[in-house]
């Protein structure tokens, strides 16, 4: 097969081992090449732009620009992008937000080389590919009940040990309304204190440590 016929992959991962073994497995398939490499999400904007690949391999977390923001500008800008995120995190929202972000598959690390090759060309022909492991923490997701915006600030503050004074000076709120915020939090988490809503919140990739 000549390299214009061959599916075309970026591969962004700020981890150099697991980048260059990605790399040997697509590039031993005789229908695949890739064609550039990325360590984090501004590098990664810059190789798009570059080499226009037909597929993308996104981690999440990398220094500076994490996965999902260099996901909603690769896609803002080239509105054809197939992303496929490939990551270790397999929190119900993590998933959620890569998607959201745009991205058009979701595999974790651990999968085999016959599925990631298998995720990529399924992509590539305009489909979507979300493991089943992953599938079911999505729909987990969508039945979970949601935090807003402000009750993720305060488990987020809750997470960094703060006492709710600390959180209500942080957000410029009264703590009365932190408690009625902490409340929410438990009650959505279904848990009955702040050490297991930390606990559920990383868990469910709502809150990182």
């Not at 016929?5 to 073994?21: F, M, Q, S």
């Not at 570059?50 to 220094?63: A, S, Y």
């Amino acid at each position: 097969m000549s390299q214009s016929t061959k599916i075309r992959v970026l591969i962004v991962d700020d981890h150099a081992l697991v980048a260059e073994g990605l790399a040997n497995i697509i590039n031993y398939d005789p229908e695949m090449t890739v064609v550039a490499q990325a360590e984090d999400g501004q590098q990664a904007i810059e190789r798009y732009r570059e080499h226009q690949p037909d597929i993308t391999l996104m981690d999440l977390r990398m220094p500076g620009m994490g996965g999902v923001e260099t996901i909603t500008a690769i896609c803002a800008e080239f509105k054809s992008a197939r992303i496929i995120v490939l990551t270790t995190y397999d929190g119900d929202e993590d998933i959620y937000r890569g998607l959201q972000a745009g991205a058009q598959g979701y595999l974790l690390k651990d999968a085999k080389p016959s599925e990631l090759l298998n995720a990529i060309r399924l992509v590539h022909s305009g489909q979507q590919y979300v493991s089943l492991a992953v599938a079911s923490k999505l729909v987990g997701r969508m039945n979970n009940p949601v935090l807003s915006e402000r009750e993720l600030e305060v488990l987020r503050l809750i997470a960094r040990g703060l006492s709710n004074q600390d959180i209500g000076t942080a957000l410029s709120i009264g703590e009365s309304t932190v408690k009625s915020h902490v409340t929410h939090i438990l009650n959505k988490l279904g848990v009955s204190d702040r050490t297991q809503a930390v606990i559920v919140g990383v868990k469910r990739g709502l809150v990182s440590l």
